[in-house]
């Protein structure tokens, strides 16, 4: 009784997880429930999920259980992994089922596309893709995007929430009217702003320049198609906001469609920057996501319809033309082509080492990776129009009212064949399973390596069945969209850790979206040039000394011995040494004079000045007194002679010593009279 009313607690919970368009009819009549996407929060998601683990674990089944029953499924030596009954509309059924990467998208008969966890069965969003009746092809991935493919355009859409991807993008207008404390700015919805978006405000000079840093802040509050009304807020209070200054603001646009130059004959693939797609002008096309904008185009004879696929460096497509052709993404260069009799419909298997090309001349071709040389070719009498499998070194093709060949993927050898058909779904250990389709459906369990039947259950509400090669394991759906997933009864249970791990990484990429998004504002502004500084003519107001001269020329007068900046300073005249305050005293530093400084300048061939005249005299004493002391020693030398030797010579000694001071006196006291 305890575990019935779990489980009823958790097939209401569940139906959270479909949009409320898909519940209720009349919920189809509103268009923003229509197109928008329906999450659940995380904590309910967990729990939901975890009730659901211990329900299948308890050994409740659920609406999903009618696909198959536990008796049919010990048969196959399989085990329940995981099962989920979507809700749809009385008049919705499931139209087709794709597996790409971890996500498997359920599309219905009004294009509404539900992704699925593969490994875990949680439903990661619901939404509608296209109007009904549109052929949508499709989808592909990136490490961010699933792109969905319609007429003239393609969908870009984040591949774990569903939302519609967007792009930063600066955003510029002017204030048209400025009311009080709200203003009107011309730009609005067409631009793709949107109410609270905010809006910075910048004065503008005479050139349309901004001055300097924003002066205030609009918040918008009213958007209409081309304008919009916003509250102001200063952030410089001497500042007015005025009509004319400019607004800017980074936003975030949304990318919900890339525009195609014509239109898609084959589903398109992309990688981080730009989308690849054939179109039905016999064209295959690069396009940028992000602008739009066309890379290159390459001419092919005829239609590409097969799903194009894109490696880090090299494309490889199939075209009506009956040739495989591998050229390089970045500048369409062809590595090779590989011309087929007949036009080529499916989709290239690419593996490791080589490419498998089925073609409507009957026959399936083995090709080199690296040059397109073929190394095998196998025929049949049906043309190929599906896709190979490959499954530990066997492929299963499909060759039409042939039935299935098993093929040894390495020399092309017939390893067996079924008449009856069947589409491969995955292999367990030993045993291959496949989906043989009709009035009354199976799933039949055979031996790998022979073919041999082991067993055959009845799957009559299976409409579709999904391998899940890298991971063992087999999804199978039905029209009113129960699913349920399949592995082997050795493989581990899912356990309440990986559903929670599943959540949490979808939680993840909704943060990290928006780290990266800031990261690389914030790089884009660290990397833009900074403008040029106006210099302000005005400055020299602002100086201390704004009268003092900036002239750099050569002073006019004077004695010429003042020396710029930069500028070696002048020779001293002949006779007239310049003695610095840092060198006075240091006989060895002064330089000898030169030839050509010895010279009469014009200033020293001019009259002296009395000043001057009195050095002269000045001098001319100090030399008759010198002349006079030298003869009074000389006669008190003669008056001596009688003295020894030795006490002349101390005597004589002694007198050199007060000549040599007197000498040094007189040249500090009066240096000009010695230059004279």
Known sequence: MEVSTTVANWRRRSTRAIPPAARNPQAQTEPAEREGVEHMRCPRRILAALVMVLAIAAGETTRAAVLLSDDAIARLGAQRYWELALTMDPAEAVTRTVLVDDNLYVFTNVNRVVAVHAMTGIVRWSRIIADPGQTVRGPSHNDTY????????????????????????TLRGVVIQVLHDTAIVSIGADHGVKGDDVFRVYRLNEVGEETGEAIAELRLESVQARTSRGHLTRLISTEKTRS????????????????????????????????????????????DIIQGFQHWQLMTPNTVSGTPIVDRTNLYFGGQDGRAVSCTKSDRRANWIFETDGPIFADLLVAPEHVYVPSSDRSLYCLERATGRRIWRQRFDDPLMRKPDLSDGRLYQQAGDQGLFVLSAENGEQLWHRPEGGRFLAQFEKDSYLLVGGDMPQIVRVNAATGEIKDVVGAYDVLFGVPVHAEQAIVL?????????????????????????????????????????????????????????????????????????????????GRGLVSLPGEAAPKPSAGKPVVNDAAAGDEDDEPAPDEEDSAPSDEDSEE??????????????????????????????DEEEDTGDESDEEETSEEEEEDEESGTDDEESDPEGEDE
């Open 146 to 169: 699933a792109f969905f493919t319609t007429g003239g355009s393609v969908t870009v859409l984040d591949r774990r929430t569903g939302e519609a991807a967007s792009h930063r993008r």
């Open 244 to 287: 004319g200054d400019r607004v800017q603001a980074e936003i975030h646009l949304p990318l919900d469609r890339v525009k195609l130059p014509f239109a898609a004959s084959c589903a398109a693939v992309a990688d981080e920057h730009r989308i690849y797609v054939g179109a039905a002008n016999q064209r295959f096309y690069s396009l």
């Open 477 to 557: 759906c039905g029209p009113r969209g129960d699913l349920v997933c399949l592995r082997s009864q050795s493989a581990p249970r899912l356990k309440p850790a990986a559903i929670a791990e599943v959540l949490r990484d979808d939680e993840k990429m909704k943060i990290a979206a928006r780290i990266e998004a800031d990261q690389k504002a914030r790089l884009a502004a660290r990397q833009a040039p900074e403008p040029p500084k106006e210099e302000d003519d005005l400055a020299w107001l602002y100086e201390d000394d704004w009268l003092s001269s900036r002239s750099t020329a050569t002073p006019v007068g």
């Open 608 to 637: 002296p000045t009395s000043d001057e005249e009195e050095s002269e005299d000045e001098a001319e004493a100090e030399e008759e007194s010198d002349e006079e002391k030298a003869g009074a020693d000389d006669e008190s030398a």
